[in-house]
C-alpha cells in the first residue's frame, strides 16, 4: 500500500498509508470521538474544507450504503484513522470506506497514530494540514499548510447552500425494517435556511408534521415571511458563523415575527443577530458522546456535536436565556428567546451519528408553533 503523510502547520508529520483517494489534500485537521457514524460524519456539509480524524481506532468495518448520506456526497475533504478495515461486514453496505472515497475523489491516510493526534490537537489547537501520498516532504508540506486560510473570516455555508428553494417532504426512515413511524398529517409549513444542512434534520422536521421548504442562505427575511410560514429552522454549516454574508440581520429581521429554531450554525447565527458574538475554539467538539445540561431543568443529555466556534456567554448578557451548558468546558450549548417564541442548540438533536436524547426538540418547535 502506498505511503502517505499527515503533516500539520506546525511541522508535526505523521505516518501511514493512503487510502481512498490518492494525492493531496488541505484543510483544518479535526477530530471525531464517536465510535460509528463515519459516513454521516464523512457527508455532513459542516465538515467542508475539514480533515477529520477518527479518535476510535477501527473505522470502515460497516461499509458504505445510500441510506446514511446526510448529504449527497462527502464534504469532508480528508479522513485520518489508525486502523482501516479492508473488508466491510454489514447487510446494507454496498461497498468498503476505501471505494466509496476513492469514488468521490476523497483522501485518506490509515495507520496514524491517531492517539498522538488527537492528544497534539487537544494541546495545540485545530489547525491547517495536508494528507499526501505524492510529496514526503515535511518542510514543503508544512509550508502550505501554513499558507491555506485557516477557519476564521470564511463563509463557507453561502457555497454549499442550495442555489433554489425547493420542498421537502420525506419522513425520518427505519433502516433495520421496523413498523414506520405514523407522521402526522403537515400541520406547520417551515421554511429551512440551508447554511449546509443535513438532511435527517429535515426529516425530523416532517416527522412533526411540517412541511419544510429549504430556501438559500441569502433568501431576504421579506422573502421568507412572503411565504408566511408558522416557523423558521435555522440548520448547521460550514465555517465561520460571523462571515456568512447577511445572516445575522436577516434573522434580526424574523425575530419576533414567527418562531424560529436554530442548530449549531443557525444557533450561533441566531445568537449574532440578538448582538451576541462568537469565537473560534481551540479544538471545538465534535463526537457523539458530549455531556449538555438543560439548566431549565436539571437534566443532563448525551449529545452529538460537531463545532469549532461557539457564542460567547457574555455577550449574550440582557439578550437571551443561556438554556443549556456543556458539562466538559461550561461553554453555551443552547439559547432561548421566550418573548419572540425563539430558540437554538450547539449540539445536534438529529444526532446522525449518535443518542437519541434530543429529538424531543423537534416537537419543542412544534409546540411552539402550534400555540
Ligand atoms: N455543525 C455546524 O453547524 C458547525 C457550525 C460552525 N461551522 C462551527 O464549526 O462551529
Not at 47 to 68: F, I, K, L, R, S
Not at 98 to 106: A, S
Not at 322 to 334: A, P, Q, R, S
Not at 344 to 358: F, I, K, L, M, T
Amino acid at each position: 500500500m502506498k505511503k502517505a503523510v499527515l503533516v500539520l502547520a506546525d511541522g508535526t508529520v505523521f505516518e501511514g498509508r493512503a487510502f481512498g483517494a490518492h494525492g493531496e489534500t488541505v484543510g483544518e485537521v479535526v477530530f471525531n470521538t464517536s465510535m460509528m457514524g463515519y459516513q454521516e460524519i464523512l457527508t455532513d456539509p459542516s465538515y467542508v474544507g475539514q480533515v477529520v480524524t477518527m479518535a476510535y481506532p477501527e473505522m470502515g468495518n460497516v461499509g458504505a450504503n445510500p441510506e446514511d448520506e446526510e448529504a449527497g456526497k462527502p464534504h469532508a475533504v480528508g479522513m485520518v484513522v489508525r486502523m482501516l478495515s479492508e473488508k466491510s461486514s454489514n447487510w446494507r453496505a454496498q461497498e468498503t470506506l476505501d471505494v466509496y472515497l476513492k469514488w468521490h475523489g476523497v483522501a485518506g491516510i490509515q495507520g496514524v497514530d491517531t492517539r498522538r493526534l488527537v492528544r497534539h490537537l487537544r494541546m495545540h489547537g485545530a489547525q491547517q494540514g495536508i494528507i499526501s501520498s505524492e510529496n514526503h516532504s515535511p518542510a514543503a508540506l508544512a509550508e502550505r499548510a501554513r499558507s491555506t486560510p485557516g477557519m476564521e473570516g470564511l463563509d463557507l455555508a453561502t457555497g454549499v447552500s442550495t442555489k433554489e428553494p425547493y420542498t421537502f417532504t420525506t419522513p425520518s426512515q427505519d433502516v433495520f425494517g421496523g413498523t414506520p413511524r405514523a407522521t402526522p398529517p403537515p400541520r406547520f409549513d417551515v421554511v429551512a435556511y440551508d447554511y449546509g444542512l443535513k438532511r435527517s434534520m429535515l426529516q425530523f422536521l416532517v416527522d412533526e408534521g411540517c412541511r419544510v421548504t429549504v430556501v438559500p442562505a441569502a433568501t431576504t427575511a421579506e422573502q421568507v415571511l412572503a411565504r408566511k410560514p408558522h416557523g423558521v429552522f435555522l440548520a448547521n454549516g460550514p465555517g465561520d458563523p460571523a462571515a456568512v454574508k447577511g445572516a445575522d440581520r436577516t434573522v434580526a429581521n424574523l425575530l419576533g415575527k414567527v418562531p424560529v429554531f436554530g442548530i449549531c450554525l443557525g444557533h450561533q447565527i441566531l445568537a449574532l443577530a440578538l448582538g451576541g458574538r462568537t469565537y473560534k475554539m481551540k479544538f471545538g467538539h465534535r463526537g457523539a458522546n458530549q455531556p449538555v445540561k438543560d439548566l431549565t431543568t436539571g437534566k443532563v443529555e448525551i449529545t452529538a456535536q460537531n463545532h469549532g466556534f461557539a457564542v460567547d456567554d457574555a455577550s449574550l448578557k440582557g439578550k437571551a436565556v443561556v438554556t443549556h451548558i456543556n458539562l466538559n468546558d461550561g461553554t453555551v450549548e443552547g439559547l432561548s428567546i421566550p418573548d419572540a417564541r425563539a430558540f437554538s442548540v450547539q449540539y445536534h438533536p438529529e444526532s446522525s451519528p449518535g443518542p437519541h436524547d434530543a429529538r424531543y426538540l423537534f416537537a419543542r418547535f412544534a409546540k411552539l408553533m402550534a400555540q
